[in-house]
């Protein structure tokens, strides 16, 4: 072939090569492959993989989360990961763009070169078509070295026709290269408009005004339960098992009273993770057996109403002994008031952003539900509100937030039927549902620290999650 033919051949393999590499480099490179990159925003999408995470949060009525701060983690240097990629790949592009420069300058000289070939092949062609047509007065010799000649350009013509098709290519590379090198040069100046170590204080700000923001949260009503998460399967059908909501953050001990009645042995452990586990940290032999399910561990003593008597005793764990016992004046006892499924149900003690309240029926109030607050050292009665609910129409109850709320029933279908507020003495029907998995429900709790409800499940250790609606306070607020 000769050297003109070379040279051809030799840009045409290049050109083939490039187009190759383009279709399949540069959608991996620019992220086209995955992601479309037609406009900034497109590239808001940042995995907590990625170095982002999570500050705070708090929620609606709706369990909606609220008030979230998600930043960069504090660790990182002045530019975060998905900012460094973000170069990397403007650097890629620039470098890129170079090169499809230099290609198509190259391109275009020798695109200028397969123009004029194209023209003096199309000239020969005419010549060739007129010597055929007067081959009568030339020689047969000369005609046959022309039509050779003819016949070895012939197969470059279209060949040079998707030449010219793979050189617009190369152009509208070129073009949407340049458009994408803006694309991300705005982005990564959006990006970068912030000094790292600025973000972060500002960040830092806005996770201390949303602190103070929760301190002013007044107490909630409540407006869903959610769950059960089952913590573990263990003891009889019916039993009790608490958390201190009083005690620091590293405190997680658990306390575990398995049974209703004939039992004195409180079992402790160390954390949820021992409890599950069954690694008991300490057992203690109370000097009273205990009646019923609903005893509380408030600020670190034991309440619970002692067997056959409607008398309540607050036991110390840290100093292992009785450090008070009271009558609850009037209080029924002894399956007198029980709760639906009985078990010596009649009083209950339990815990919430207030104080200590025991929950019971007296014959003065018909049998009808009593709320007292009490004082948590001496175990007297503050103050008391009479309500008309029936205390053996009751499945269970819990207090939030100086709220009392009943369930209609300990079995399954049952629902958050009635509430009743000691701030306003006023009472209201409700319509709140929750799961009871296994049917049968002794023991039902609020934790004002975990913000949440322990439940003994027939066998079964439960939490429930709850949403509270929160009022926020204002400065003017008394």
């Keep these: 072939m000769s050297p003109p033919l070379l040279k051809l051949g030799a840009v045409l393999s290049t050109m083939a090569m490039i ?9 991996s490179l620019v992220g086209l492959n995955t992601t479309r990159l037609s406009t900034p925003d497109t590239l808001t999408q940042i995995s907590p993989k990625e170095g982002w995470q999570v500050y705070s949060s708090a929620q609606d009525p709706d369990g909606r989360c609220i008030c979230t701060v998600v930043a960069p983690e504090q660790n990182l240097c002045s530019r975060d990961a998905k900012s460094r990629q973000l170069r990397q790949l403007l650097e890629k592009v620039q470098n890129m763009s170079q090169s499809i420069e230099v290609l198509n300058l190259r391109t275009q000289r020798d695109f200028q ?29 000369h005609f046959q070295e022309l039509k050779e000649k003819m016949d070895e350009l012939l197969p470059l013509i279209p060949v040079l026709e998707q030449y010219k098709t793979d050189a617009k290519l ?3 590379f070129k073009e949407e290269i340049r458009n994408l090198s803006a694309v991300l040069t705005g982005i990564q100046e959006e990006i970068g408009a912030y000094d790292y170590e600025e ?4 960040v830092l700000s806005l996770e201390t005004r949303l602190r103070d923001c929760m301190k002013k949260l ?47 042995i409180v079992r402790e452990y160390k954390s949820i993770a021992d409890f599950v586990s069954g690694a008991e940290s300490r057992t203690y032999n109370l000097p009273f057996k205990w009646a019923g399910t609903n005893h509380v561990v408030y600020n670190g003593s034991l309440y619970f109403n002692k067997y056959q008597s409607n008398i309540i005793i607050k036991y110390s764990f840290d100093m292992g002994r009785v450090l008070a016992q009271r009558s609850l004046e009037y209080a029924g006892f002894h399956n007198v008031y029980p709760y639906t499924w009985g078990g010596f149900s009649d009083i209950d003690l339990m815990a919430d952003e207030i104080g200590l309240w025991a929950v019971y029926a007296t014959n003065q109030n018909a049998g009808n539900i009593v709320i007292s607050q009490l004082n948590q050292d001496t175990l007297e009665v503050t103050k008391s509100w009479s309500t008309g609910y029936p205390k053996r129409s009751a499945g269970e109850s819990f207090m939030i937030c100086g709220t009392l709320y009943v369930t209609n029933s300990h079995l399954t279908g049952a629902k958050v039927y009635y509430s009743y507020s000691t701030k306003t003495s006023t009472y209201e029907y409700t319509d709140i549902p929750f799961h009871n998995q296994y049917f049968h429900i002794s023991m039902l709790d609020y934790n004002a620290r975990d913000r949440a409800l322990y439940a003994w ?3 079964h250790q439960v939490l ?15």
Aim: contains cysteine.
């Design 19 to 27: 187009s190759n590499w383009m279709s399949q480099t540069l959608p």
């Design 170 to 172: 190369i152009t509208q």
């Design 457 to 459: 499940n027939n066998g």
């Design 199 to 202: 973000l972060h204080q500002r």
């Design 464 to 478: 429930f999650n709850v949403t509270l609606f929160h009022i926020i306070k204002t400065e003017d607020d008394t």
């Design 113 to 141: 070169y397969v123009l004029k070939m194209e023209t003096q092949m199309k000239g020969l062609k005419a010549k060739f078509r007129q010597i055929e047509d007067d081959r009568k007065t030339l020689m047969t010799k």
């Design 218 to 264: 007044t107490c909630g009503k409540l407006m869903k339960i959610t769950g059960p998460i089952t913590v573990k399967t263990s003891g009889t059908r019916f039993g009790a098992w608490m958390t201190d909501p009083l005690a620091s953050e590293k405190n997680n001990r658990v306390w575990y009273m398995d049974s209703y009645t004939n039992n004195k």
